[in-house]
């Protein structure tokens, strides 16, 4: 075992120096490699370059076996008594990681894709021919939409969760190898909560960066990528609540051991999903393939093999229950949420899996040529709603079963209450917020039962034990989110209705004409209560905010500008004539837009464009941050500036105040002149 224990540290120290070692060539611009090449650029920011590390396949891969290392060194300075079967599973996992990053072959079989490749390696082009020591003067940048802060946050805590669940795994493998098929849910238990926090949170971080940054104006948009991670959650929540309700009753044991070895199971397989390509036309977030799919097969069915043989080898070995399950028994309903988790998952899996079985189908000679929902977003929400409102309404009626012991009537008087306000509540906010559709509606109501409801045993428990809160915090959360989802998705409404005649493009789709209005420079427009006012472009200056475009000239540092004029920025700040100015990022223009509401509150947003040369133009909106509803503003299209206009022949005309005159086939006014300043 000690041999054991200091091979694990050997290996912990060898992935941080990768990890250090990658980073250090990323940080230090050594684009001869091509990870570095790829992913980052010369003046990409120090914070990006974070996101430049896990951007690639290798990099992720390197992140998921760096948070396995720090997990296999805290369990081997816990418990002592599990030490051994649980670091095997650990170990036997970052081996089959660390095949993913080697890049070496045997026997003329290639494993894994190493992140220490060279350029001149993997692109054949003919300057590599003439000069084998080229190195290229910057690389190709990170994608525009990964320049986010959530994206320098969100995919550590994601593969830290992702990471995190194979310990429960590595405790129930462990414990029926041992013989130990009682004692492993007591220590497993932790790390399957600690695991759904991080994970959830994860998942929740990549949300709000899609709401920040994507152009659709969502969080959650069902795609095959979203899905793989989201099921994982399901059944992980799932095999928690089932190991919580085994401490108090021998009859949930087998249904936790299939809920945590299935959890990690499909880590493995939303792992395949997304990394083996087999996503790459209906998904925009799925790798392409390196090569690895037969790797990453081995890899699930390795771990899906030996968990389903150790079962079954030892099922009827298993201590079971004598005592028959109550419809009025905590079991029951922990048993019945658990159940409609497993739905939800497997529903979503299901149709997420269809890529699969096309290519399957295909290994085996047939067109199966099953193809995934059009309509992706209105086909899983539809199925899910009914689901969470299902465990909307067991979240708050369960918890009363945990606490004391049941029977119709006293569940009835235990529910009286709680029933009461709800329906008050709900009456309440049908009526301010106006929902109509059925399956919203319900959803709304039994949210606010389940809030009601743990709130009542919230405060039963002030009274006794505070730190047994945490259920009912959890499910009062959870309801929450719930009443969250109902109302940014089902009743958010587009404000910036165009009717003023006039349209951006013919050639444009009506619906973009129509949804999307059209600003002109210093000329109010009046949008739903607001007054709009598009002041210009800006660019963003380093400690000092956002300065006119024209009062500033590029240099030849794409992160330099000098200040032609006196100036000001936004916040204030004076900007002296001369000045060399530290821009933030150079591929970032700003479009600054002053809202005034009509009962006079005044804001600003800066909506920006970021145009790379090696990626295109992406745009990504700015947000007005409000307690009931956020305004969420994003530039559509703008002139190209570099672009030559056509203009029509020069006319001269002298005018007075108030005079009418024709300019090509329009009739104007000329009211009067105002400083554009």
Known sequence: ENYGNIIFYLHAIGIFGVVLTLFAIINQHYFEYHYAWKHTSRFLPV??????????????????????AVLGLVLIRTNKQWRSPVMITMATVQMFLTSMILGSVFFD?????????????????????VNPDFVPADGSGLNPLLQNYWMVIHPPTLFLGFASTVVPFAYCIGGLISGRYREWIRPALPWAQFSALTLGVGILMGAYWAYETLNFGGYWNWDPVENAIFVPWLTLVA???????????????????????????????????????????????????????????????VFLGFSVFLCFRIWKQ??????????????????????????????????????????????????????????????????QLWGAIVLALLSGTGQFFWWKKMSKETLLNELKTPLIITLALSTIVLLLGNVTE???????????????????????????????????????????MLIGIIFSSGYSKILSMNNTGIVWSSELPDEINQNNLLLF????RP??????????????????????????RPTNHPL?????????????????????????????????????????????????????????????????????ADLYTHVRTFPDPESEPTWSETEFASLQMGQTFFVNDYAATFLRMEPTR
């Open 560 to 628: 330099k500008m000098i200040a032609l004029r006196d100036c000001e920025t936004h916040r204030g700040i004076q900007v002296a004539k001369g000045d060399t100015l530290q821009l933030i990022n150079g591929e970032n223009t700003y479009f600054e837009v002053i809202y005034r509401k009509n009962n006079g509150r005044e804001f600003k947003l800066f909506p920006r464009v970021q145009d790379n040369p090696n990626m295109g133009v992406v745009y990504s909106p700015d947000i007005d941050r409000r307690l009931i």
């Open 318 to 383: 298993l201590p079971k229950s004598e005592e028959e399950t109550s419809v009025y028994s905590r079991e029951f309903w922990i048993f019945i949420g658990a159940a409609t988790l497993c739905l939800m998952a497997f529903q979503v899996i299901f149709m997420t899996s269809v890529p699969v079985y096309n290519d399957i189908a295909a290994a085996f000679g047939f067109d199966l040529n099953m193809a995934p929902p059009v309509d992706q977003v209105a086909f899983y929400t539809e199925k």
């Open 438 to 480: 059925v399956s919203y509606l319900l959803l709304l109501v039994f949210s606010i039962y389940s809030i009601v409801a743990n709130g009542k045993i919230l405060l039963g428990l002030r009274k006794t034990n505070l730190k047994l809160a945490g259920g009912s915090v959890a499910h009062i959360g959870i309801a929450m």
């Open 239 to 301: 095999s928690m609540h089932t190991m919580i309700a085994y401490k108090k009753n021998d009859s949930a044991l087998k249904t936790s051991i299939i809920l945590v070895i299935s959890t990690f199971i499909l880590i493995l397989y939303s792992t395949f999903l997304t990394r083996s390509g087999v996503l790459g036309e209906t998904s925009v977030h799925s790798f392409t393939d390196l090569g690895l799919q037969g790797q990453l097969l081995i890899y699930l069915f």
């Open 527 to 552: 949008m739903a209560d607001y007054s709009l006012n598009y002041k210009g472009m800006r660019k963003l200056i380093k400690k000092k905010g956002f300065v006119d475009v024209d009062h500033v």
């Open 521 to 524: 420079l210093n000329e109010p």
């Open 47 to 68: 914070y990006y370059q974070f996101s430049s590390f896990w951007n690639g396949q290798e990099g992720s891969f390197l992140l998921w076996m760096f948070w396995n």
């Open 109 to 129: 079989i290639k494993l894994g894709s190493s992140p220490f490749m060279l350029l001149r390696d993997v692109i054949k082009d003919d300057i590599f021919k």
